[in-house]
């Protein structure tokens, strides 16, 4: 690698990639989520009963949109969002280390001085685009609510304050980190992961078709900003203002988040408007600061152990010396014996086998 490398290819563009790594993270991590939501609902479902309320009314509470006149459903929808962003974190650093860090960003960690920069200019733009859409609303003559928080309200906003950051970013780690790096590392065309993640987000909301319309825009422009910003950081805080926003003023009785009446005038365009004013701002924004967008190429990972060769062989003077002999030791003096047969006769004198 010779050129420094955008966010949808850090998996591709790197020394020690391999093919299987992502999908089989993407295999665990899925197995993982089904095993803590089964935990999930069963939890879920001791804390009903040994509250006494029913069951199946509280199974027909969790419906497919969110539901903020119930603390307890919505509490437990948003739980089962949360769950993704530990489950692609884990599969990810157990599978491949190395990489897990370049899920946040290019410089391998969360830029939070960016990030927060970030959340105020998100929530900035979200407030105004939707304090506009309320006040256009209420020229043109449609009536407004507006419910005084109660006690079950401020439980509401409670769990919107507390929860929904950690749900809005789970959200984006799966599809503007894991899933766009995933398709990103088989084709160089980054309108490829682009769109293909944007519609799998649009997939996972439903809403009506204008809706999903809208959903789906929103995904194309927060990858797009998750590329060019070299990070999820940006697209984290307009998610998370986004959704804040959006369940706090559905809390109050000033608008509708479950996408039920959503149309082309009065969802999809401003919208898509508040979303492109704000990745205009953080355009700015990034090249003021001098936000680093890419990542430069990475070293080879060092082995697991290192061999050592023996040095070379250098000839000394004592190369060609003579090797001296081993002295030699002489020989014991053994002394004269006469050999006699066992059958010789014997003489005169000597005893032989009868004088023994």
Do not use: K
Not at 249 to 274: F, H, K, Q, R
């Amino acid at each position: 690698m010779t050129t420094s490398t955008p966010y949808h290819r850090l998996a591709r563009e790197s020394p020690d990639f391999a093919h299987w790594r992502l999908p089989v993270a993407a295999v665990a991590g899925t197995g993982l989520y089904l095993a803590l939501t089964i935990v999930l609902v069963v939890v879920a479902a001791l804390v009903v009963v040994g509250s006494g309320a029913s069951f199946d009314a509280w199974l027909d509470s969790i419906g497919a949109t969110v539901d903020t006149d119930e603390p307890g459903a919505l509490l437990f929808q948003l739980l089962s969002i949360v769950l993704l962003l530990p489950c692609v974190l884990v599969s990810v650093a157990v599978i491949w280390r190395r990489h897990v860090g370049y899920l946040h960003s290019v410089v391998d960690h969360v830029r939070w001085r960016w990030l927060g920069w970030c959340a105020v200019l998100a929530f900035v733009v979200v407030g105004t685009a939707l304090g506009l859409s309320i006040v256009l609303a209420a020229a043109s003559g449609e009536s407004l609510g507006f419910d005084a928080p109660g006690g079950r309200a401020l439980l509401v906003l409670l769990i919107v304050l507390l929860v929904v950051p950690f749900q809005a970013a789970a959200e984006e780690y799966v599809f503007r980190g894991a899933l766009m790096q995933l398709i990103g590392s088989w084709t160089r065309f980054a309108a490829v992961p682009v769109i293909a993640t944007s519609l799998l987000f649009a997939a996972g909301h439903l809403y009506n078709v204008w809706g999903l319309v809208s959903v789906f825009l929103f995904g194309v422009i927060a990858a797009l900003i998750t590329i060019r910003t070299g990070g999820l950081e940006a697209a984290v805080a307009l998610h998370v203002a986004n959704n804040m926003v959006l369940l706090t003023l559905d809390v109050l009785g000033l608008i509708d988040s479950s996408g039920e009446g959503a149309g082309m005038w009065n969802e999809v365009v401003p919208s898509t408007v508040m979303c492109l004013v704000f990745w205009g701002l953080v355009e700015l924004s990034a090249r003021r600061r001098g936000l680093q967008r890419r990542r430069p190429p990475l070293p080879a990972p060092a082995p697991a152990y290192v061999v050592v060769p023996p040095p070379p062989y250098v000839p000394g003077p004592s190369d060609h010396a003579p090797i001296p002999a081993a002295p030699v030791q002489p020989a014991a003096p053994v002394p004269p014996q006469s050999l006699v047969p066992p059958n010789a006769p014997s003489y005169p004198g000597d005893p032989g086998v009868w004088g023994r």
